[in-house]
């Protein structure tokens, strides 16, 4: 035992030189860490513990979301966090914790806060402007 909490706490002091983490965010990483290696040593398939560190709704707040694999919290979006620590892609972070498409990966503020600026900048009618003429150089050019 005192191997593996040994080779986990090596690991993520590894990850922690890299990336900036609170005690907590330590601490459930060795466990998350711990209970992988320990999967592992007792042959059982998979990279991670079959539960997830957070649930839905302790992952994604009106003001930050968290990690439901390790457990992190703090983050805005989740897609940087995804690539770098798990080399994940947002589909495959979706498809493993079931998450549906309407559900955005970044805090809810932060997401109405891009809407806005893209609304106040006339995003939306530049694309729709932009699908139009699309549409009529391709009717166009069928003829």
Known sequence: MADLLELATDIVIAHASTTEMTSDDLMSEIKAVYATLKGLEQGEAGDVPAKPALTRRQAFKKDEVGCMICGKTGLTTLKRHLATAH??????YRKRFNIPKEQPLAATNYVEKKRQIALDRGLGKN?????????TKVKKAKK
């Open 127 to 135: 694309l729709a402007k932009a699908r139009a003429a699309k549409t």
């Open 87 to 92: 080399e994940m892609k947002p589909g495959q």
